[in-house]
């Protein structure tokens, strides 16, 4: 059940930046957070990247650092505002990730830092066999989100955020293969890289 702190924390982008750094202290603060699914990845200058559910822009802003063709896609107009003012060298679409209004074979990297365990099950499995369309053969779909800790002592830590910020549906996560759905769908998965107890997974899968 969400709180009245997660509706603060989108409402407020104050508050939802202090959460974040918080957060993010564990894996050596938010800039590193939001650049782990991005390490060994090649990116150049005329690399065709998606940033789904980019939010305010909190990853876009390193992606444009290598890439001039950008784009983020974002369900709430209200955080594409945000992006647009504080990464204006993307290019943004508001668009439902499980619907996403984009040729087959467009990207080279599709990249979401955080936002899957926004998805109900049934939605994730719809979004991700949207990345495999929209990515190119051989394209990258890299992501970092929640996982079941497997250090004991990060589960009260991890259970107190979500029950404070998130919804059943991160919960669910926890309990998802996402490497076993990802090769079902038609990826090649790398071994997950677990961070902060096992508490978070990145991913780096490439359509085969």
Known sequence: MATILRDWSYRYQWLYDGISRLAAVSVGGEARFRQLALQSLTIHSDTQVLDLCCGSGQSTQFLVKSSQNVIGL?????????????????????????????ADYLFDVVHTSAALHEMQPEQLQKIIREVHRVLKPGGKFVLVDFHAPTNPLFWPGLSLFLLLFETETAWKLL????????????????EPVLYAGGSLQVIQAKKV
Not at 175 to 190: C, M, N, R, S
């Open 175 to 190: 309990k998802t293969d996402l490497p076993g759905l990802l090769t079902e769908i038609g990826f090649e998965v790398g």
């Open 74 to 102: 974002d369900a709430s107009p209200l955080s594409l505002q945000r992006a647009q003012k504080n990464v204006p060298e993307a290019s943004y679409v508001e668009a439902f990730a499980e619907k996403m209004p984009f």
